[in-house]
């Protein structure tokens, strides 16, 4: 019992991790209708600069969240008013290629800067815990956990308390009805793809202290937040994030208590068994006409 439920502490504070990257990517797929294949990569690039201001410049990776935002938030907007804007016009299809393009470049960029070496960004307080009722708090995830809870609460007070906020929403519901209220929909979908990929700017930027990375990791992130998207429903900003420490929770406790190889595959069968009796999603809405 004490395993399993150290197991649980710590698959909710990775999940909290996961759970950024993919509320990011809820946000991103709410207003754009596309899969942001690169997702998993952006979060990665920034686990690198991350390391790489801690490595040259001494500079906390919690503290290089405020650099990685706002650098991630423009480099979000200008990929989709360079890229996705025009091919949108065209079908989801190109936008989305476009993406898994741009993350196999990136990987290559990455690649061939840093190598393929796995990286750790080791800190002073990296194996830190403290102990509450007998149970180990790893002080680098609970830190990561935290970091998350912030930044998706803000995220949560801009969607539900703003002007842009309401416009977000209407775009996701209704884009054509949106616009047909006024709403700048090319401009709020800029704005979501900045808020999205930023949202990967701070989850990597703490995701190299709990995770060995390096850039073939985007692939298996990659699976994670699809499988984390789909078991919440693609478009659930709430959902994603109940499905994501859904995730982490189901990944410690088989890790801990059978094997770390069955980790990943337990999780799908959650996924199939939950799309068996709600195709879509825990917190997905059935498309009209859909039997």
């Not at 390391?51 to 500079?59: E, H, M, V, W």
Request: include cysteine.
């Amino acid at each position: 019992m004490h395993l399993f439920v150290q197991a649980v502490i710590v698959g909710v504070l990775i999940g909290g991790v996961y759970a950024l990257l993919a509320g990011g990517q809820a946000m991103i797929f709410g207003v754009t209708r596309t899969v942001n294949f690169a997702q998993a990569i952006f979060a990665i690039m920034c686990s690198y600069l991350s390391y790489t201001l801690f490595q040259d410049f001494g500079l906390d990776p919690f503290l290089s969240v405020l650099v990685l935002v706002p650098a991630m938030f423009v480099f979000g907007s200008a990929i989709h008013i360079v890229l996705l804007r025009r091919l949108s016009r065209s079908g989801a299809e190109l936008s989305l290629l476009v993406l898994f393009a741009l993350g196999i470049g990136i990987q290559g960029v990455l690649d061939f800067f840093y190598k393929t070496d796995t990286r750790v960004i080791a800190t002073s307080y990296a194996n830190d815990s403290w102990t509450v009722l007998g149970y180990q708090v790893p002080a680098v995830r609970f830190f990561a956990f935290l970091l998350a809870v912030a930044v998706l609460g803000a995220l949560h007070l801009i969607r539900q308390y703003t002007k842009f906020g309401r416009a977000l929403r209407a775009t996701t519901q209704n884009p054509v009805a949106a616009r047909l209220l006024g709403v700048d929909v090319e401009r709020v979908s800029a704005i979501a793809m900045g808020l999205g990929v930023a949202a990967a700017g701070a989850a990597g930027a703490v995701f190299g202290m709990v995770i060995p990375f390096s850039g073939n990791s985007q692939l298996d992130l990659l699976n994670k937040l699809l499988a984390i998207g789909v078991l919440g429903g693609m478009a659930s900003f709430p959902g994603t994030v109940v499905a994501a420490v859904i995730l982490g929770v189901i990944e410690s406790v088989v890790a801990v208590n059978i094997s770390p190889d069955w980790s990943s595959f337990s999780f799908l069968v959650v996924l199939f068994a939950v799309l068996t009796f709600r195709p879509q999603g825990l917190f997905g809405q059935r498309l009209r006409g859909a039997a």
